[in-house]
């Protein structure tokens, strides 16, 4: 006597789930009309915080790649959106733009930081970021090591502008999303999972590891150099200190951390978790950061798969079909 | 009294059982050969003595103590030493730093580096050179004689012979002779049958992780072990 | 004449940079990680120092007699408690978690000891400004003397210790292979907790060295820790003399640029870093082994 088995890519809860994604989507569109502009500024920088905890969990969670020079992304994305506008172009084209110059700037330096592995990688990145910041604060046009102002929104009411900011930030973060959910659903989902547990061991099973993790620091430069345009967009002044700021990087490992390294939808929960808590205690100032670094550890150490691997592994749940799944079947 | 003393020892990787349900005794002064074909689970069971592999059931209890729970470097200072598969030395190290560096945790006792490299005299010439750069025969004997260097009152040798040639067999098992006239308690591991019995008191099978014989050395037929190796031969065709 | 005293100047700041790496080459050596805290406990065994001088009085040569078993043991005990742990959730967690306990020490040294800059220059006496006049345009300053005395003295004292002491072969037997080194009795973690104790202490004398030679303040780990890093990769992984190499290449890097503008000082050193890292070396790095 057999039972058969088949293999499936989503279950009832995903397909519900994939279809709540789509209504969520929906209503996230249409919030302009329903709250104040200033909530649509939070809003804005939620999604912000979303893009970067993706980004930076498709470059750890599925590339074991631990970046501490993200930000050197986020700030070209910045400077590179204000130096297009400088050269005439308006604003929201030069968001876009700005995106795909991180990414062709990521695809520029991957043969250089890919030579460094795990540890040697993470400072490696952020000697680049370092690199930048230092760069950009010669650079007077720019303004220098005292910040600069995007200029060319103004033709916008203030409402119409946070709007669009928030849209084509809604935008970013939903293509960024589905980009790596298809990498995901696609073949090298299996190959990028092999290679964070092991890459030497996923190499000798013919896995091609430095393309794929290219493809992820490339893809992760782009997300961040938007997030960083749109860091811009949406406050109007940047200072390269900040822009270049190593914090973006302790918030993306916390928001990871806290919501799931390596799993879909962790990110997302861990943004939705950074955003609040950054709201309600920013102020603190360092006893807040000292918190965070605390959380990250402990998280680090004890709950390594974070608040959704243990909400998904007590409940067999995967909200977006991501993965495989084997189940009895009637036949 | 036993020194050695393995009772239901259930050993495993990941989802495959190696070691299923192990029970054996060593005398002091005793040499039991470990045989059995490839998977047997004889590697998985020396790796369990000696705390290099975590056991899932079962007891180790080591004159008189039950140290089934202690890590492999705390057996080591009480007299459980292991010579693993494949030698296994420290590569960037030169022969004497291998063997010296064995000697700090160990217990003390007649084996010190001049004793060893008495019984191994072919590492004489070698003191200085990168263990990376020995033969395998050389090797064999530097993992030994690192070993010894711990004082143990259990050797524990895997794969004795893998992988070396005919001369360097012989040699190794000359220094190792020498070792064992001076009333070493040693468990080791060969696959050829004829060196594994001439060189022992007693023998033990392993067949799919589990004793399928177990007879002193001398008293053992070529049939007995056949069966017992490969689970067969016994049945009429 | 600049030429020359800007080489002589950053080789001496190039001893202090290996005296940062030497730790971090160290750990990585012998456990394969990167500790990115490892900057920020150094400026934390600085801060302790300038407190004991500070409260005390005493001039800082003596406040490291105390401060330096101290930081012997938060090392210790930073493997034992927290690295230990990390090490056994593989590659990612140690990185997270160091990174995580750098945040933690530089917010908790702000909040003690609040942003203000500060100097141990002055406690120190003479002999941080005290110079040797060598021909009429050149002078060698004694502290940058003494500093890279000191970085030979500790690296080389470190490279004795690993070659020639039972201890020292432990530490590279474990480095290379820590499930054998158990089989002949040496405990991994021991090893890896006095690994980790050497490296904070070494790294406290050299925040202790920059903090006479110039100043600190609570957020100058990072850049010792980017500065150390260099040094290392600079010099090739894995050999503590290839770390004073490093570390003199990227402090002459430093002072060469910074004579031709002093804005291109910390941007030189980090050019050098990316064009050893494009060049033959690079390819080889991540593949080096264990000390």
């Not at chain 2, 020892?9 to 059982?17: K, Q, S």
């Not at chain 3, 590279?172 to 009795?185: H, I, K, W």
Request: with cysteine.
């Amino acid at each position: 006597m057999t039972t058969g088995r088949r293999v499936r890519r989503s279950s009832t809860a995903s397909r519900v789930a994939s279809g709540c994604v789509v209504v969520a989507a929906l209503a996230l569109c249409g919030m302009p009309y329903m709250v104040t502009a200033n909530v649509v500024q939070q809003l804005t920088s939620l999604f912000i915080f979303l893009i970067l905890a993706v980004m930076w969990n498709a470059l750890a969670g599925y590339g074991g790649m631990v970046s501490v020079g993200q930000q050197a992304f986020i700030g070209a994305g910045a400077y590179g959106t204000i130096f297009l506008t400088q050269w005439g172009i308006s604003p929201y084209p030069a968001v876009v733009l700005a995106s795909v110059g991180s990414a062709v700037l990521a695809a520029l330096l991957s043969p250089l930081v890919l030579r460094l592995r795990g540890g040697q990688f993470a400072v490696g990145t952020w000697v680049v970021a370092e690199v930048l910041a230092l760069l950009v604060t010669f650079d007077h046009d720019l303004g220098g090591g005292t910040g600069v102002s995007l200029r060319g929104l103004n033709v916008y009411g203030p409402d119409l502008r946070r709007a669009y900011t928030y849209w084509i930030t809604l935008a970013f973060a939903l293509l960024l999303l589905a980009l790596v959910f298809a990498l995901l659903r696609h073949r090298t989902g299996a190959a990028l999972q092999a290679i964070r547990d092991d890459e030497d061991a996923a190499a000798s099973v013919g896995v091609r590891v430095r393309p794929l993790k290219a493809l992820l620091f490339v893809l992760a430069g782009f997300g961040c150099g938007a997030a960083g345009a749109l860091t811009l967009a949406n406050t109007l002044f940047i200072q390269p200190q900040s822009i270049f700021g190593v914090q973006w990087t302790a918030y993306m490992i916390f928001m990871v951390l806290v919501g799931g390294l390596g799993t879909f939808e962790g990110p997302i929960v861990g943004a939705v978790l950074f955003f609040t808590v950054q709201y309600a205690f920013a102020d603190a100032g360092a006893v807040y950061l000292i918190g965070l670094g605390l959380v990250a550890v402990a998280f680090a150490l004890f709950l390594p798969r974070g608040l959704w691997g243990l909400f998904a592994g007590r409940a067999q749940i995967q909200l977006l079909p991501v993965g495989y799944r084997l189940e009895d079947s009637a036949s | 009294m036993s020194l050695l003393r393995v009772a239901g020892l259930v050993a495993r990787h990941g989802l495959l059982t190696a070691v299923r349900g192990v029970s054996l005794a060593v005398d002091e002064g005793e040499c039991v050969a470990l045989i059995g074909a490839n998977g047997a689970g004889k590697s998985t069971l020396l790796r369990t003595i000696a705390g290099a592999h975590p056991a899932a059931d079962g007891t180790v209890v080591f004159d008189g103590a039950d140290i089934t729970a202690l890590p492999a470097h705390r057996r080591v200072g009480r007299g459980i030493a292991l010579v693993p598969e494949g030698r296994r030395l420290f590569a960037g190290l030169t022969v004497e730093e291998n063997l010296l560096v064995a000697g700090r945790r160990g217990r003390p006792g007649e084996w010190r580096l001049d004793t060893v490299l008495d019984a191994f005299d072919m590492l004489k010439p070698l003191l200085h050179r990168r263990a990376a750069d020995l033969s395998g025969g050389e090797q064999q004997a530097t993992s030994i004689g690192r070993a010894l260097m711990t004082n143990p009152r259990l050797l524990l040798i895997d794969e004795v012979s893998l992988g070396l040639s005919p001369i360097a067999v012989d040699t190794v098992y000359a220094s190792l002779s020498r070792v064992l006239a001076s009333g070493a308690t040693v468990v080791l591991v060969e696959q050829d049958l004829r060196r594994a019995l001439s060189v022992s008191d007693r023998v033990i099978c392993l067949l799919e992780g589990a004793i399928a014989l177990e007879s002193a050395s001398g008293a053992v037929t070529r049939d007995q072990v056949t069966e017992a190796y490969f689970g067969i031969g016994a049945e009429p065709r | 004449m600049t030429w020359v005293n800007a080489v002589v100047q950053g080789v001496f700041l190039g001893g202090l940079y290996a005296l940062f790496a030497c730790g971090l080459s160290l750990m990585f050596g012998v456990m394969r990680i990167i500790n990115l805290a490892h900057g920020d406990l150094a400026i934390l065994g600085t801060f302790l120092v300038w407190a004991l001088v500070d409260r005390l009085g005493v001039s800082p040569w003596v406040a490291l007699v105390p401060a330096l078993p101290v930081m012997l043991g938060v090392g210790y005990l930073l493997q034992r408690t927290v690295l230990a742990r990390s090490l056994r959730g593989g590659p990612l967690i140690p990185l997270l978690t160091t990174f995580g306990l750098a945040i933690v020490i530089q917010n908790a040294l702000l909040r003690a000891f609040s942003p203000d800059v500060h100097s141990l220059g002055a406690p120190a006496g003479r002999i941080s400004t005290a110079s040797l006049r060598v021909t009429g345009q050149l002078s060698v300053p004694v502290f940058g003397l003494l500093v890279l005395a000191a970085a030979v003295l500790v690296l080389g004292g470190l490279h004795l210790v690993l070659r020639r002491t039972g201890f020292g072969r432990e530490m590279r037997a474990t480095a290379q292979d820590p499930d054998t080194a158990a089989l002949v009795g040496i405990p991994a973690s021991s090893v890896y907790a006095r690994a980790t104790a050497i490296a904070v202490a070494t790294a406290t004398l050299a925040g202790v060295f920059l903090a006479i030679r110039s100043t600190f303040d609570p957020s100058a780990g990072p850049t010792q820790l980017i500065f150390a890093f260099e040094a290392v990769v600079i010099g090739g992984l894995g050999s503590l003399w290839g770390t004073l190499i490093g570390g003199i290449v990227l402090g002459v890097a430093q002072t060469v640029g910074g004579t031709i503008d002093p804005q291109y000082s910390i941007l030189a050193g980090h050019l050098v870093f990316l064009v050893i890292l494009a060049g033959p070396r690079g390819r080889s790095i991540a593949t080096r082994s264990a000390p």
